[in-house]
């Protein structure tokens, strides 16, 4: 994930500290969607633009599973056992 900077970071850590606390999926749907909206507004509708949008949204997806959602998987797995199908399918590997 491309990380920015610290010393960049203020400027937009001020605005997201703004943001009244989100109720819903729909609140966080929004929110991204008028980020992206407002990076094509700036820049324009070309091809280039949209695709960074989708680049940067599917790396976040990759990058939220790889840091949260895995590690918080694997604590459950822990804490509850593993299910008998993916213990069997786990000994053929």
Not at 61 to 79: A, S, T
């Amino acid at each position: 994930m491309p990380y920015i900077p610290a010393k960049d970071r203020p400027k937009y850590d001020v605005v997201i500290a703004q943001v009244p606390t989100l109720q819903s999926v729909g609140d966080l749907n929004y929110v991204l969607t008028e980020i992206c909206a407002r990076y094509l507004l700036d820049r324009g509708l070309r091809y280039e633009y949209q695709e960074d949008i989708t680049g940067v949204l599917n790396h976040i997806d990759g990058e939220f599973k790889r840091r949260l959602l895995y590690p918080y998987e694997d604590k459950k797995i822990r804490e509850h056992g593993d299910t008998a199908g993916f213990r069997e399918l786990l000994k053929k590997l």
